[in-house]
């Protein structure tokens, strides 16, 4: 597995992730009170906070980088910035990228060569990529697959 820091693309600042076979999960570390511990074996753990890792889909991380890019066609691995504005953050890892579904979000190009993935971000996509992703979280809320906030 790889610790990376990747620009989340909520804030826009650096966060760590996780990448492990192809696969990228947001790591948040959460400290429930000022003194807390953990048993881990026979040890005990002083630093009481929690460090969670939730795979995410790594389109996500895309949407910034679509966006600064926005109106063309762009090579996969052209999207990000150039490295002196990477802002101390890791580029995003792209093996596997072909497993994405990227068309759901972006218009593709697969014109050039079968390696080189071209791609131009389509708001239109974007916002039904995105409305499909809320609409599957409200269902599963409404069948009671996920908990909910509050007790």
Do not use: I
Not at 14 to 20: D, E, G, K
Not at 42 to 64: I, K, N, W
């Amino acid at each position: 597995y790889d610790m990376l820091r990747l620009e989340h693309p909520a804030t826009r600042e650096p966060s760590l992730f996780l990448h492990n076979r192809g696969d990228l999960y947001e790591v948040q570390r959460a400290k429930v009170r000022d003194h807390n511990a953990w048993f881990v074996g026979d040890r005990v753990v002083v630093d009481g906070a929690l460090v969670l890792a939730s795979r995410m889909d790594p389109r996500l991380l895309l949407l910034p980088l679509l966006e600064r890019s926005e109106g063309s066609f762009r090579p996969l691995d052209q999207l990000g910035p150039p490295a002196a504005e990477l802002r101390g953050c890791d580029r995003l890892p792209l093996a596997g990228a072909e497993r994405w579904k990227l068309s759901e979000m972006c218009d593709v190009n697969e014109q050039m060569l079968p390696e080189m993935l071209l791609v131009r971000m389509n708001r239109e996509k974007v916002s039904s990529w995105l409305r499909g992703k809320v609409l599957r979280v409200a269902r599963a809320l409404a069948a009671g697959r996920l908990r909910r906030g509050g007790t």
